[in-house]
């Protein structure tokens, strides 16, 4: 088993037949970090293979002239180092980065993260053991004081965050 971003998820089962996308797990998961105002974004960097999220940034924000991918590792480094005007960060990110601002994604939802599990695991006592405790868990991780517990960050960044963990059956 393992979480991954949608197009990775989709890559890995067309490549593997022994795996399938059991479901999505997050929605909204990543925010735009910026300084200033969000209509001064012009150069945006989003992380490596993150193609999916290209539609996402210019149905939202069509001020932006140019997108570009860089090495997730290296995107806080980018902005900070004024490279980009503005990031797409996974949420838990977000803390790391001191001074900046951060805007949802899109309005709409769309799927951040997927689960994908060896085909011959899904019907084992140990699965569904794991699907009652992950369910489990993201009833606490969906209420937002919980969120702010484990990541901090202040009442206006989860104003401006619509981050949803999905149950799975």
Same mark, same amino acid.
């Given at each position: 088993?393992?979480?991954?971003?949608?197009?990775?998820?989709?890559? #890995?089962?067309?490549? @593997?037949?022994?795996?399938?996308?059991?479901?999505?797990? !997050?929605?909204? +998961?990543?925010?735009?970090?910026?300084? +200033?105002?969000?209509? @001064? !974004?012009?150069?945006?960097g989003? +992380?490596?293979?993150?193609?999916?999220?290209?539609?996402?940034?210019?149905?939202?924000?069509? &001020?932006? /002239?140019?997108?570009?991918?860089?090495?997730?590792?290296?995107l806080?480094?980018? =902005?900070?180092?004024?490279? !980009? /005007? +503005?990031?797409? =960060?996974? !949420? $838990?990110?977000?803390?790391?980065? &001191?001074?900046?601002?951060?805007?949802?994604? $899109?309005?709409?939802?769309?799927?951040?993260?997927?689960?994908?599990?060896?085909?011959?695991?899904?019907? %084992?006592?140990?699965?569904?053991?794991? #699907?009652?405790?992950?369910?489990?868990t993201?009833?606490?991780?969906?209420?937002?004081?919980t #969120?702010?517990?484990?990541?901090?960050?202040?009442?206006?960044?989860?104003?401006? %965050?619509?981050?949803?963990? #999905?149950?799975?059956?």
């Amino acid at each position: 088993m393992a979480f991954y971003c949608n197009h990775m998820a989709l890559h #890995l089962v067309r490549a @593997n037949a022994d795996f399938e996308i059991y479901g999505p797990v !997050i929605m909204n +998961g990543e925010v735009i970090a910026y300084k +200033g105002d969000v209509s @001064n !974004i012009h150069r945006l960097g989003i +992380g490596q293979k993150r193609e999916h999220l290209h539609r996402l940034i210019k149905k939202n924000y069509n &001020h932006i /002239d140019e997108i570009v991918e860089i090495q997730p590792a290296s995107l806080a480094y980018s =902005l900070e180092g004024e490279q !980009i /005007d +503005g990031a797409v =960060l996974d !949420i $838990s990110k977000a803390p790391l980065l &001191h001074g900046f601002k951060f805007a949802s994604l $899109s309005e709409d939802d769309y799927i951040s993260y997927s689960l994908i599990v060896r085909k011959d695991v899904i019907n %084992t006592k140990v699965f569904q053991e794991f #699907l009652m405790a992950y369910n489990k868990t993201i009833e606490e991780l969906n209420k937002v004081k919980t #969120l702010k517990e484990y990541i901090g960050m202040p009442k206006e960044f989860w104003d401006n %965050t619509n981050i949803k963990f #999905l149950s799975l059956e």
